[in-house]
């Protein structure tokens, strides 16, 4: 049973114990914690960051939104003083130039939906960025 055979295998000289590398372990150990510690950190102020990306986005497309539909309501409104200052034109009670000056604020408040209108585009980008969606233009 002890018999030294060639059909027996020895593990012995394979095993390695590391009885005084305790201390270089364990130093090892603590270092890799301690950048795993850093790594996770990282991962963790990224999240946040792209969280709160999002949300200040989301707010300012929003808020661009709103504005909209407010400048949309003054486009509406100087559209009306214009129609009316045509009506009276054409019924005699008013004059040309009070129907051209008519068309001007009309015109202001459209370039100013323009303008709006383009900073939603922009804002729309940026929150599709910040979701993690890319941008190509056409």
Known sequence: MFKNTSKQINFIPGLRLPLFDGGRLN???ASTRAASNILIERYNQSVLNAVRDVAINGARLQTLNDERDMQ???VDATRYTQASAEA????????????TEARLPVLSEQVSLLMLDTQRIIQSIQLIKSLGGGYQAA
């Open 72 to 74: 949309v309501q003054r």
């Open 27 to 29: 130093a090892n150990l």
């Open 88 to 99: 009276a034109l054409k019924q005699g009670l008013g004059s040309r130039l009070q129907a």
